[in-house]
């Protein structure tokens, strides 16, 4: 710790504390000889290190806040555009058929923008019941048109039906709401109408055939039948834009709201017939025959019942034989069928005698079967 000097401090001497007045070597030895001849001065202040330009960094922070504005913009038009791709009209329509192919009915439905008044079958299982008739898939979108008074998205998609493929094109009415789309309809509306008989036979979704108007999911009718023997004739389907589509292939065709189904013979059933036909045949021509209800020959006068024997001069095929629903339903078949039989036969003559009689004959069969037992015909009358 230093103190101030006190009185008996010492004075400083003169010779020991001033300053030299030059430096040894530099010439005369003179009070202003040399360049250094004067006491060397102390700086007014502490040396100050040079400052940084202030227009570079000012440079430098306006160039850094435009880029992070440029790249707010980028990021923020990427998300918008993002956005507006996962919600156009034509992802809403894809994402609506992927739900629909795909068999989750609240999915698509949730895509509406406004829910249909009957939904009693726009249900996940008959959603499924319709895939099952035929795959909805190959989704394409071929034009978006959202300007307008009805904006609409085309696209077309493969039904894959047991009997062939439907390549179907539909136009799907789309409505702005708010920032994206919803499908204007997300169902179809349709009459079922049965041309032809065998319409007891028919099963819509695990239920017989309702008689009012149905709504549907676009796709396959989800119609099956009660028995093997019978089957739906066609593809029939519903699409978005009509409201239904009738089988292409039907010759009754369809109208907006209306889909005209049919009901044939399955192919099965026409082959148990023809064979239980050939079978009946084979009993009745035997030799040890009198069956009265086997087939007559015609117009050979009057013949003796049960009195034909011999053998078919070629086997029956199943194309040579017509199967049909009976009017009465039941589940009645009615058959019919033309055989060339060469044989022989009794008929009566006028003295009421049985006179033996041969040769090839055509004959006209009419029998009955049924769809529980096809194979098993009984004979309903020859000639």
Not at 113 to 139: C, W
Request: glycine share 10%; hydrophobic share 45%.
């Amino acid at each position: 710790m230093t103190h101030p000097p006190g009185p008996d401090w010492p004075a400083p001497d003169p010779q020991r504390w001033s300053a030299p007045t030059h430096f040894a070597g530099s010439g005369s030895g003179s009070g202003d000889g040399g360049a250094f001849g004067g006491p060397i001065p102390l700086p007014p202040r502490a040396p100050r290190p040079p400052a940084r330009p202030v227009r570079r960094r000012r440079a430098r922070f306006v160039v850094a806040a435009v880029l992070c504005l440029v790249l707010a913009l980028v990021t923020g038009g990427l998300a918008v555009r993002q956005y507006a791709t996962g919600h156009g009209a034509r992802a809403v329509v894809l994402r609506y058929f992927a739900a629909v192919s795909q068999g989750d009915a609240p999915a698509a439905l949730a895509l509406a923008d406004q829910l249909p008044a009957n939904a009693a079958y726009l249900t996940s299982q008959v959603l499924r019941q319709q895939l099952g008739v035929a795959k909805l898939t190959d989704v394409a979108v071929s034009d978006v048109q959202t300007s307008g008074p009805t904006p609409r998205v085309a696209v077309s998609y493969r039904l894959s039906f047991a009997a062939g493929a439907e390549t179907v094109r539909d136009s799907v009415a789309v409505v702005r709401h708010g920032t994206t789309w919803r499908l204007a309809s997300v169902a179809a509306s349709a009459d079922i109408v049965v041309s032809g008989l065998g319409a007891e036979r028919l099963v819509f979704a695990g239920r017989p055939l309702p008689s009012v108007r149905i709504t549907l999911f676009p796709g396959a009718l989800p119609l099956s039948t009660d028995t093997p023997a019978a089957t739906v004739h066609g593809r029939p389907y519903l699409t978005l834009s009509a409201g239904t589509a009738a089988d292409p292939a039907s010759a009754a065709g369809g109208s907006p709201n209306v889909v005209t189904v049919s009901v044939d013979v399955s192919k099965r059933a026409k082959m148990q017939v023809s064979d239980g036909i050939s079978d009946a045949l084979a009993a009745c021509l035997a030799a040890a025959s009198v069956d009265p209800a086997c087939p007559l020959p015609p117009s050979v006068g009057r013949p003796v019942p049960g009195s034909l024997h011999g053998a078919l001069s070629q086997p029956l095929a199943s194309s040579e034989t017509t199967v049909a629903f009976a009017a009465s339903g039941r589940g009645i078949l009615e058959v019919s069928a033309g055989v060339e039989v060469k044989g022989t036969w009794q008929a009566w003559n006028f003295e009421n005698q049985a006179v033996p009689q041969h040769g090839t004959i055509v004959l006209k069969l009419s029998l009955r079967a049924t769809v529980d037992n096809p194979g098993h015909t009984v004979w309903a009358a020859a000639t």
